[in-house]
């Protein structure tokens, strides 16, 4: 088209009259009221999302966690004695769900309490040898170089059957009490679940003789009154030479006198060490504010296990 003919064509146009070629100085933008402005839609959002770190339970006893992943609190006192407490048991997590001592000179470890089995019922309860397993890593101690199981017998089926046993068997309500798988009497002594404990915590080890001994210990210390324990010592075949004499040699002098130095060991510690916190029961005597507990935070055998802390360094 000639631009004359665009001339006639806007005159002869009443709604073109005085158009002309608009340059960029001639552009006005729309006003801002008149620009609507839609959200976008709230599914159109995509929500944060929250990560949880879960981390899985200790299964490996050799594990530093595996007892507190379990629910269990280790209180480790210098010397090779051991405090454990559980949140299924006795109230306030104060009351002691197991203690022991670990006399590795000798090869001897003692087990004062043993409440493992009055857990509140629990996926995560741990039977005693898991525990003996966990605390041997913990102490360093080599359990399979455990020469001896000590045992208080706390079970009142149990102490009434040693009593039976003693009557029937013509001896003395005190009498000590040896047995050898060759005795008859051997299916008694191996049924019970203290044996059935102690032949499951040192690998690759049988128990070849059973004793079963009364003895009198001060418990809670030296204020307190004598206590009558009946105590089974299981001692197992398989043998460290640096322990004792042969496992053949029944009534061996070495090896009896090995286990005794272990028990009075055991029993000095336990009147030592175990008689204040953090138990409800403390070793001072009335009048004597001087006789305090070994074992308490003060103390320098006192310390806490990482087990019971897993956000210490």
Known sequence: MRFSKFISLCFSLPGLRGCKPRTTDDFEPTPAAHI?????????????????????????????????????TVWDIDGGGVKVYSERYGLDDKDIVLRLYFDVEHGVTTIYNNN???????DDNLGLPQVFEALCYYKNVPCDQMTWIHMDIDQEFTLDALQGFRKNSFLSPTSEIRVTP??????IFSSNHYFQDASQMIPGSKIDRVIVRRKERRVGGSCNALETTETIMFSFKERSSNFGSSPSDFSGIDAMDNLDAAV??????????FGGFPESDT??????????????????????????SPDST
């Not at 709230?42 to 992943?69: C, G, M, W």
């Not at 493992?116 to 629990?122: G, N």
């Not at 009075?264 to 060490?273: C, P, Q, T």
Request: charged letters at 30%.
């Open 36 to 72: 609507k402005l839609e959200p976008t839609p709230a599914a159109h959002v995509k929500p944060v999302e929250t990560i949880n770190f879960e981390f899985a339970q200790a299964q490996d006893p050799s594990d530093i966690y595996y007892l507190h992943d379990h629910g269990y």
């Open 182 to 187: 060759d005795d008859l009497a051997w299916g």
């Open 264 to 273: 009075r060991a055991a029993d000095d510690f336990y009147e030592a060490d």
């Open 283 to 308: 070793n001072t005597c009335f009048g004597d504010e001087g006789n305090q507990p070994k074992n308490t935070p003060e103390h320098p055998n006192f310390k806490i296990s990482p087990q019971s």
């Open 116 to 122: 493992l089995r009055r857990e509140r019922v629990h």
